[in-house]
């Protein structure tokens, strides 16, 4: 059984900063993308940003060049970073990864969500 656990929500300022961070545990062989969603409430689910294996990274238009996206393949982390945050970047926000377990096809799982609330 596979794990996406998120940490590092919370509520802050517009202009203000917060460093989202997901941890993927139980048996991987592999894990390939990973990436952060967001779902604010009446909307659809959204893809903010991405990152491969092998470090390539996408983000929505958005947030390019507030936020950033990084991991650590050795300890199947990925991190978000949310600088200059705007009442609009409100959402639950979810990790997600393309992970192989042992004898499954690789498939994308999920992490519970962590709500980011920005005050204007």
């Known amino acids: 059984q596979v794990q996406l656990v998120e940490s590092g929500g919370g509520l802050v300022q517009a202009g203000g900063s917060l460093r989202l961070s997901c941890a993927a545990s139980?048996?991987?062989?592999?894990?390939?993308?990973m990436g952060w969603y967001r779902q604010a409430p009446g909307k659809q689910r959204e893809l903010v940003a991405a990152?491969?294996?092998?470090?390539?990274?996408d983000y929505v238009d958005s947030v390019k060049g507030r936020f950033t996206i990084s991991r650590d393949n050795a300890k199947n982390t990925v991190h978000l970073q949310m600088n200059s945050l705007k009442p609009e970047d409100t959402a639950v926000y979810y990790c997600?990864?393309?992970?192989?377990?042992?004898?499954?096809?690789?498939?994308?799982?999920w992490g519970q969500g962590t709500q980011v609330t920005v005050s204007s």
């Open positions: 139980g048996s991987i062989v592999s894990i390939n993308a």
């Open positions: 990152i491969t294996d092998g470090g390539s990274t």
């Open positions: 997600n990864a393309d992970v192989q377990a042992p004898g499954w096809r690789i498939r994308a799982y």
